[in-house]
T-cell receptor, first 115, second 113 residues
């Protein structure tokens, strides 16, 4: 069964450093998303991406964040200068195959720890 | 804005007990409703969904019915197992389709033998 994959599973970085989180969405999906979950809290939407541009972004997704689909398979989230409060689990999701299904399928997540 | 409210956890049950996790929503239109499950150390898995009023979603013995009149989507299971211990998230998606999921805060379920 197709699945969303994410790398790395755990990333530790120092405050102020740049990180790139990587995702490989399900191959025939057209819509891609990033969500985050601070430990013990709810899952929060960050950004959605379609047709090589951002469709919607939350107020969390400020100028420190960017997303890219550098090739036909990867979808990345970059945090330019990490802050302690960026420590969270980051989930990638994808949806929207040719049948028009809008169910979102999630990857296993990347745990980001900023020290 | 759109929002989802779930009952506080943890919910602690003995094996074979009946489970209900309450979920209510606020939305300006007619959303699709979902339950996701997160097992310890894992990501989010879609458990079940319902796309319109009175639809019942079901999977792995879990059920939830979309109640428009009470804006609710309560999760139920007749007989829980230890392996059901996880965090359960209720979520909505507006029916324009390709938009963000709005999640509740999650409810932790602990099932003891």
């Amino acid at each position: 069964e197709p699945e969303v994959t994410q790398t790395p599973s755990h990333q530790v970085t120092q405050m102020g450093q740049e990180v790139i989180l990587r995702c490989v969405p399900i191959s025939n999906h057209l819509y891609f998303y990033w969500y985050r979950q601070i430990l013990g809290q709810k899952v929060e939407f960050l950004v959605s991406f379609y047709n090589n541009e951002i469709s919607e972004k939350s107020e969390i997704f400020d100028d420190q964040f960017s997303v890219e689909r550098p090739d036909g398979s990867n979808f990345t989230l970059k945090i330019r200068s990490t802050k302690l409060e960026d420590s969270a689990m980051y989930f990638c999701a994808s949806s929207g195959d040719l049948t028009g299904s809008y169910e979102q399928y999630f990857g296993p997540g990347t745990r980001l720890t900023v020290t | 804005g759109d929002s989802v409210t779930q009952m506080e956890g943890p919910v602690t049950l003995s094996e074979e007990a009946f489970l209900t996790i309450n979920c209510t929503y606020t939305a300006t239109g007619y959303p699709s409703l979902f339950w996701y499950v997160q097992y310890p150390g894992e990501g989010l898995q879609l458990l079940l969904k319902a796309t319109k009023a009175d639809d019942k979603g079901s999977n792995k013995g879990f059920e939830a019915t979309y109640r428009k009149e009470t804006t609710s989507f309560h999760l139920e299971k007749g007989s829980v197992q230890v392996s059901d211990s996880a965090v359960y998230f209720c979520a909505l998606l507006m029916n324009t389709g390709f938009q963000k999921l709005v999640f509740g805060t999650g409810t932790r379920l602990l099932v003891s033998p």
